[in-house]
């Protein structure tokens, strides 16, 4: 399985920004997938989770509720991340990764076995 992020860059505090996880070589609906983050000198830490290709087990941190939005689109095989009302402290580089759909689990990167090379974020003025 490959993933592929982009659309990271730098966005101005209280603005928004979509990023993308392109999967190939496999089906996404086979898969729980996530996005994670890591700032510098921090360790990686997850920012939302989707179990189920329906959107219905979704998981996010405290930091990021009402803001970012996980979503699939299961045609163009396909996960995103709206990000709103972002915050200096959302810098990072952001992480797509997956785990085998029956392979149930926590919102926890140490649960996540395949890896994007990741999207830098940065939120500043």
């Known amino acids: 399985l490959q993933l592929v992020e982009s659309g990271g860059?730098?966005?101005q505090p209280g603005g928004s920004l979509r990023i993308?996880?392109?999967v190939s070589g496999g089906s996404?609906?086979?898969y729980a997938v996530g996005w994670f983050r890591q700032a510098?000198?921090?360790e990686r830490e997850e920012v939302s989770c989707s179990i189920t290709s329906g959107g219905s087990n979704t998981v996010y941190a405290d930091s990021v509720k009402g803001r970012f939005t996980i979503s699939r689109d299961?045609?163009?095989n396909t996960v995103y991340l709206q990000m709103n009302t972002l915050k200096p402290e959302d810098t990072g580089v952001y992480y797509c990764a997956?785990?085998?759909v029956r392979d149930y689990g926590p919102?926890?990167?140490w649960h996540y076995d395949q890896w994007g090379q990741g999207t830098q974020v940065t939120v500043s003025s």
């Open 9 to 11: 860059g730098l966005v």
């Open 20 to 22: 993308s996880c392109a």
């Open 28 to 30: 996404l609906d086979d």
């Open 40 to 42: 510098p000198g921090k």
């Open 74 to 76: 299961s045609a163009k």
């Open 98 to 100: 997956a785990v085998d």
């Open 107 to 109: 919102c926890q990167a």
